[in-house]
């Protein structure tokens, strides 16, 4: 960042002995001024161009080129995180053996494509800078930047990094706790100066960071900026761009997230239950098979059965089916529950603790602000599932997704509304 960097002092420390890597997709890094820089983050404007040339100007155009630049420095920042995860992560990693090629490629999956992005972004804000001390527009630069063919090549660089994060930082927790080769590499590098306290964990959330950074970058350089002029309208479509890409990036990361869970869920799952029951909407599930849902909310309820008996489950919504999950010691259960009918004195019922969202209805509890019936229609007698959540907000969020789950299931049939006692 030619102006700034310019003014930043380097701490007089020697050349660390870093290793090379025969990965031929990864740039040299080395030599490189952002990458021995002291602190990026606490570099002000006014400190880089002079008092003089802050003191000419009227307050609020300080405080337009102070968040231009804290922007400029945010982003620098960030490949200067970039390129210590490469040098002092990556390229060990890839140098020792520390990891096998498929668990390389889950913690850095694209990570020359991000280097790539983020060099050439920072690179457009230094040629910026170096046309002079006040930088009266950024509007078009940025629209540049993150529309168009830009936002599409974006996005999917940031999905793909971020996509198996949470397998990423498993594999990281257990290769910590497990591998004492592993553990000791790491903290050897995690204590080395240029990487300031950053732990491998903090580096590779780092890009989902930046992303969520730049709406809020942009929102304080619309602040200062003229609301009747063109440079703020190109700032504003330029920030809803940025905030469209995170809602899509996050959506993805947490499509995978909970595949990711119901692929942990489907080892535990126990349905011996349902291999022997009568009822047949349990049985139709015996082989149910959770990889091939979709997950959409999970939580805590618990089920009352009758006035004297409570089940606590693990609820899982999918995209088409309601599960009622028992956690019994490393085991999520399916379990069958008998109960006898209303009106009788020796006929019992069995439930199924699945549920097919296109056959059910969703009413409140008028005498309980925490319960909710799930009303299944597809028994011989209609079968009332009491659910209570833990507070009312919690069954209101509950009753929220499940209705909109089921219009779905149905085909966006509109459910009447009502409570039952």
Known sequence: MGGCLSSFH?????TPNLWSTSDPSLPSLLGDDLFYVSDLSSQKWKDTVG???ASSLPQ???DHQEAINELFVTEASHLRLLRVLTVFFYQRMFREKLLSQEELALLFPNLPVLLKIHSS?????????EQGPIIHEIGHFMLSQF?????KEIQQAVSDFCVNQSKALELIETKLQKDTRFRLIIQEAESNYQCRHHQLKDLILSEMQ???NYPLLLDNIIKHTDGQSSEHQKLCQARDQCREILQCVKEIVKKAENHHRLETYQMCLDTTSLQWTTNALAAEFKNIDLRSHCLIHEGPLRWRLRKDKTVDLHVLLLENLLLLLQRKDERLVLKCHRKRLWGSSGTWQTISPVLKLNVVLIRSVATDPR???VICTTELVPHLYRLVASTPSEKNMWMELLEEAVRR???NATLPSGSLR
């Open 121 to 129: 972004l920072s690179e457009s804000m230094k040629t910026l800078q």
């Open 147 to 151: 529309g168009g063919p830009a936002r």
């Open 409 to 411: 299931a149905k085909g």
């Open 60 to 62: 609020r155009e300080v």
């Open 210 to 212: 930046q992303l969520t």
């Open 371 to 373: 319960a909710f019936f």
């Open 10 to 14: 380097r701490r007089n420390i020697e």
């Open 51 to 53: 008092r003089h040339v």
